[in-house]
């Protein structure tokens, strides 16, 4: 086809198009009326009945003229183009008035948001019929896209019919009353025009079988930088990283995540002109590990309260100032939106909660456009955009519990002042402000489905976790100018919080920790004393049968005993005599006297063995063979020609005893290397009802297996197949070395595993994390998936 034919054609589908519009305005009236009239047959409260029907009168009497307002704004804009009149009070360009808040005051964010929603709803429904015309028009005018305000578009449609709204006397309460029809309507309208648009141009035999790949084009500039930045790989496909085969998971989603940043990068360095690309990550801060926020306000806190401020510090990636209008507009924003769902007046109701996510979200696609009017440059306008792409991706997560979405829908505004300012955080997936949002999302991951099948106490857990994300976003929303160091400081409070929460406030996991807190407890002592005990017995003159029986028996029995009685008790005290008593017993007696003192002092002191025993949990049987084998010892004793323990070497040892526990190691985490070995050892015996212990399966880890199990993170959630049973758990606790780990189920039932035997685990796909991606990962996975379709969404 010729030039000419082609702007003929697209000429003719544009009036094809407005006619349709024209047209199907006559049944929308009718719709509308009709929905109108059936308000006043529902029955309400006087004072909305009242307000109802002085609704229905004013569209009786205006809505003809609506009608006509809307036809004649659609026939002058398909002659004379459509005007921004929605923004003509916008200075534009930068300068002092730019500073002033009219920007982006309360009736034109309404505004926008009304037309949002309408818009909106009408793309929901007529999405592909859309991109169809878009790309035939597309082809037919020679253009890279429609025109931002081309009449083409649904938000242009939308915005005229609420201009004509308001400006034949109709008000925004009558809108809200009748809104469910009129997005119904619309979206019914818009629909069949793109169709009957699209039909006739496949008669005309333009683009019969649409292929969009073709039509995504790019500017010449954006080329050029293309040639320099490399090949730009499919995003919709899995991430490609170079890594080892046989790697554990966790460096795979490592590397898939430095993937997608890296992808990203090189999209914002082809289509935005100017945008300070990061091509490594930036170091921390020394001391950047544990921030701090001097008058951090607590749960609950008045958020309008003065603020502390921190001290200021280079922020690590920061880039050029950003401009004063663009963060005053999102000063604005995010002020707006904390007066909206999700407030400070209280918690969203699970109810609510879908209702309260539509109106954020209607809000935060209006805030996108009136804060890309307010921006100054290319690069915040696809910083804009990308975030606001992410955040539609959190916000539909339904794995995340709606009334959790609500709260991490006010951290948008928050993240855009960061990302905006710190170029870094679309190079590094370990940005504050990134890991806040990845871990607070892993702990909720799942969480709708352990409250459904779990007790009802589990409410209150979830309260309890709900309130901490509020907490953090309000922290964050309080401390809007200092860059990364908020997230970073209320990332380490909620891991902090974490800990808290599991041993006492989650019901389904408070009984188990504090199981596994005594069994972990319980065999550090053990091991401990046993090293004390044979440092101390180094050089006495023991039996070796009860060397075993000291180091292998009743080291665990002092350790029990002071778990659950203290280390200072009369009970810990009479198992350390008897202790003592069994090595003077067993040491050489070469007098009748002395051994006539063995003989009467026996029994009792078998008993308090046997007693103390039967506390540590063996079986009878086990504690026979151990008396039987001490008997032959000490038979043995009595024959001994080796030397008798000198009285003085006693009281010594004795007092060893008594003060045992201050010569433990003090540095658990440094302790000896023989702690952490015996550590892994056999743990089946401290199985109980409530707590099973994993002693076998699984194939032997690899180091990197066991360092990726070391890493894995409270909170996280897992898909476990143990004993017959393929069944969602929960990370709840992690011992002082990272030895042992303890998983809850959503009913309470805890699964310990030590290091080794969860790394086997891992390795034979028997333990599997719940998200193969983090939150934000994801999110930018698919932001660039949506930007491989349309990259002029950058920019536009």
């Not at 242009?156 to 009353?177: C, H, K, T, Y």
């Not at 890296?262 to 990061?278: E, K, S």
């Not at 440092?535 to 039996?543: D, G, N």
């Not at 290397?673 to 550590?679: A, C, G, I, N, T």
Request: hydrophobic share 45%; glycine share 6%; net charge neutral.
């Amino acid at each position: 086809m010729t030039a000419a034919r082609n702007q003929a054609l697209a000429t003719q589908a544009r009036r094809v198009y407005l006619e349709a519009l024209v047209r199907g305005m006559t049944p929308l009236v009718a719709a509308i009326g009709q929905g109108a009239a059936n308000l006043l047959t529902h029955g309400a409260p006087h004072a909305v009945m009242m307000a109802r029907r002085d609704a229905v009168q004013a569209w009786q009497k205006l809505g003809p003229n609506w009608q006509m307002a809307v036809v004649g704004a659609l026939r002058h804009a398909a002659v004379h183009g459509v005007s921004d009149t929605g923004r003509e009070h916008e200075p534009t360009t930068p300068g002092p008035s730019s500073l002033k808040m009219s920007l982006v005051d309360d009736s034109t964010i309404e505004r926008e948001i009304t037309s949002s929603r309408l818009a909106l709803v009408m793309m929901d429904r007529a999405t592909w019929e859309f991109t169809d015309l878009r790309t035939r028009m597309q082809a037919l005018e020679s253009h890279d896209d429609l025109a931002p305000l081309d009449l083409l578009r649904a938000h242009v449609v939308a915005r005229m019919a609420l201009d004509a709204w308001s400006r034949v006397g109709l008000d925004a309460n009558i809108w809200q009353l009748l809104h469910h029809e009129l997005h119904e309507e619309f979206a019914q309208l818009i629909g069949e025009a793109y169709h009957e648009t699209n039909r006739w141009l496949i008669a005309q035999q333009v683009l019969p079988e649409v292929d969009l790949r073709p039509f995504i084009r790019r500017t010449a500039q954006a080329a050029a930088t293309a040639s320099a930045a490399g090949p730009d790989p499919t995003p919709t496909a899995p991430a490609a990283a170079s890594v080892p085969s046989g790697a554990p998971a966790r460096s795979k989603a490592s590397a898939q995540a430095e993937e997608v940043m890296a992808q990203l990068q090189r999209v914002l360095a082809r289509h935005v002109p100017g945008f300070p690309v990061t091509t490594r990550q930036v170091p921390a801060r020394p001391g950047a590990g544990k921030p701090s926020l001097a008058g951090a306000p607590p749960a609950g806190a008045d958020m309008g309260a003065p603020r502390p401020a921190l001290a200021d510090a280079p922020l690590p990636g920061a880039g050029a100032a950003s401009s004063p209008r663009l963060m005053g507009a999102i000063r604005h924003a995010q002020e707006s939106l904390q007066r909206r769902p999700g407030g400070d007046a209280g918690d969203i109701a699970s109810h609510s909660a879908p209702r309260a996510l539509e109106e954020i979200g209607a809000r935060n696609q209006a805030f996108k456009q009136v804060l890309k009017q307010a921006a100054g440059t290319p690069a915040e306008r696809a910083t804009i955009e990308i975030v606001a792409m992410m955040f539609q991706s959190i916000l539909t997560e339904e794995r995340i519990p709606a009334t959790v979405r609500v709260w991490f829908a006010r951290l948008q505004m928050p993240v855009l002042r960061v990302a905006v300012g710190e170029p870094d955080f679309f190079a590094a997936a370990d940005h504050p402000a990134r890991r806040l949002i990845d871990r607070m999302g892993a702990c909720v991951m799942g969480f709708n489905t352990a409250q459904s099948s779990g007790p009802g106490a589990d409410r209150a857990s979830g309260d309890a976790l709900e309130r901490e994300i509020k907490r953090v976003v309000q922290v964050v929303e309080a401390y809007p100018d200092t860059g990364r160091r908020v997230f970073a400081t209320v990332l380490t409070e909620f891991e902090k919080f974490l800990d808290h929460y599991f041993e006492n406030e989650n019901q389904a996991s408070r009984r188990g920790v504090s199981l596994a807190q005594q069994v972990e407890q319980r065999e550090t002592l053990a091991i401990q004393y046993t090293i004390e005990l044979r440092k101390m017995l180094s050089e006495v003159p023991v039996q070796e049968g009860v060397r075993d029986f000291l180091f292998h028996v009743w080291a665990d029995v002092l350790a029990v005993t002071a778990v659950r009685a203290g280390a200072q008790s009369d009970t810990t005290r009479v198992m350390k005599r008897a202790a003592a008593d069994l090595i003077w017993s067993a040491s050489a007696k070469s007098s009748r006297e002395e051994r006539a003192d063995v003989i009467r002092r026996l029994p009792p002191l078998l008993k308090t063995l046997r007693d103390g025993m039967s506390h540590a949990g063996l079986p009878t049987d086990k504690q026979d063979e151990h008396v039987r084998q001490l008997n032959n010892a000490l038979a043995a004793a009595f024959t001994a020609k080796t030397a008798a323990i000198p009285r003085e070497r006693l009281d010594e040892l004795m007092d060893q005893l008594e003060t045992l526990e201050a010569m433990l190691p003090e540095d658990v985490e440094g302790g000896d290397s023989h702690v952490d070995e015996m550590l892994v050892r056999d743990l089946s015996g401290h199985e109980s009802e409530g707590m099973e212990v994993v002693a076998e399966g699984g194939s032997a880890p690899t180091p990197a297996m066991v360092a990726w199990a070391r890493e894995l993170q409270v909170g996280g959630w897992f898909m476990l197949d143990y004993r017959g049973r393929n069944e969602q758990v929960q990370l709840a606790w992690r011992g002082l070395r990272k030895q042992l780990a303890l998983f809850v189920t959503p009913k309470g039932r805890g699964v310990l595993f030590s290091l080794n035997r969860m790394a086997a685990f891992l390795q034979a796909g028997l333990l599997l994390p719940a998200q193969d991606e983090a939150l934000t990962v994801l999110a930018t996975r698919k932001a660039l998936a949506k930007l491989d379709a349309d990259p002029e969404q950058l920019l536009k």
